[in-house]
Each structure stands twice: as structure tokens, then as C-alpha cells.
């Protein structure tokens, strides 16, 4: 929430990653960020299929969204 309250809505996700790996670095937490996830077709591992916004202590997935409103599509 710090980080949106501080940027506001708008702006790219690859804007409000980087203040919230900032943030989270900075709370002395470790975390990756663009973190490649294979992809297993077949039997077959694929490479780079799909990279994770942030990872935070190799245990929560963060993925970024950045949208002008919420819709049905967004809810659980």
C-alpha cells in the first residue's frame, strides 16, 4: 500500500516492482525479482516460458497488476 499511495494509480507495473522490491529490500527481506519459471509440456522443460514478478524469501509470489479498475474477471 506504501507504494501506491506514494505513485498513485496510472503508471506501468514495471514502475511499482521496482519500488516494491525496493520497499521489501529495505524491510530486510530477500527477494528476487524476474525470477525464470519453467514450463513441463510433454515431458518436455521449457526455459523462460514465464518469469515471476518478485519471489520474497523463496516463499510468496508476487505478481505485479497494474489496472484502471476493477472488474468480475478480478475477483476470486
Partial sequence: MRVHTALGPGLLESAYEECLDYELK?????????????????????ECVYKLDLIVENQVIVEIKSVESFHPIHSV
Avoid: E, M, R, T
Fill in 26 to 46: 529495505k524491510a530486510g527481506l530477500n527477494v528476487g525479482k524476474q525470477i525464470p519459471l519453467p514450463l513441463v509440456y510433454q515431458d518436455v522443460q521449457l
